[in-house]
């Protein structure tokens, strides 16, 4: 089913067409979720108050943009939220501004594809550099480079779900690269798909935990 077909069933009360929305956005959802959060633990927060805030205005939807943009403006909406309630957020402008003194370099060795366990290991842990790396981003340029590198959204796409123009887009993601160096956006370019998984238990986890607080918002409006 499409995700129209889905959203269509879910508005019927079909639990399990919800259940089969979450799964299929809960990777691209729970990363930009994480680009904002930075922490793993309260971006599965955001991704579980942004799908009940989605559950409960799912008539609001029209599907002027798809379902993943909509879904995606909700998490960064409650992410920033978030943000904003623990820390004064650092204007772009700002961050921009400095970016002319530079930044340092981070070298390290990378070989040919891992063949080995030993390569695995070492794979895994450039993919965990890369992470925080990505990690150390400003705010306004970390999420446009998940968006962009990590989840392949297009520009057009990344400029409507963060509510700015193409060309920023552009720019800032050019600036995040700079900040990356070659060393860390080039030689870790085969692992930068794995960065942030969700998927597997993490992602039951989250979905059923979802779909028990709307049994228990039913139970208590019964």
């Known amino acids: 089913m499409d995700d129209a077909e889905l959203v269509r069933r879910t508005r019927v009360g079909e639990r399990e067409a919800f259940r089969a929305i979450m799964q299929h956005h809960n990777q691209r959802l729970f990363r930009v979720a994480r680009s904002i959060a930075r922490d ?60 002319g003194r530079g930044a340092d370099v981070i070298m390290f060795p990378f070989g040919e ?32 480079f998940v968006m962009r590198e990590i989840e392949d959204c297009s520009v057009a796409e990344t400029a409507e779900s963060l509510g700015i123009p193409e060309e920023t887009v552009k720019t800032r993601l050019f600036r995040a690269r700079r900040l990356l160096r070659s060393a860390l956006n080039d030689k870790i370019a085969a692992t930068v798909h794995d960065a942030f998984p969700f998927l597997g238990q993490r992602c039951e986890r989250i979905t059923e935990a979802v779909l028990a607080r709307l049994d228990d918002a039913a139970k208590s409006a019964d």
């Open 40 to 99: 793993e633990a309260e971006a599965e927060d955001v991704l579980q108050e942004s799908y009940l805030r989605a559950f409960a205005s799912l008539d609001a939807f029209r599907g002027e943009s798809s379902l993943l943009t909509w879904l995606t403006r909700i998490v960064i909406n409650e992410a920033n939220g978030r943000l904003r309630k623990r820390r004064n957020v650092v204007g772009v402008e700002q961050i921009e501004a400095a970016q």
């Open 113 to 144: 594809t891992a063949m080995t366990p030993e390569q695995d290991v070492a794979r895994m842990q450039i993919r965990r550099l890369l992470e925080s790396a990505i990690d150390d981003l400003p705010d306004g340029f970390r999420v446009v």
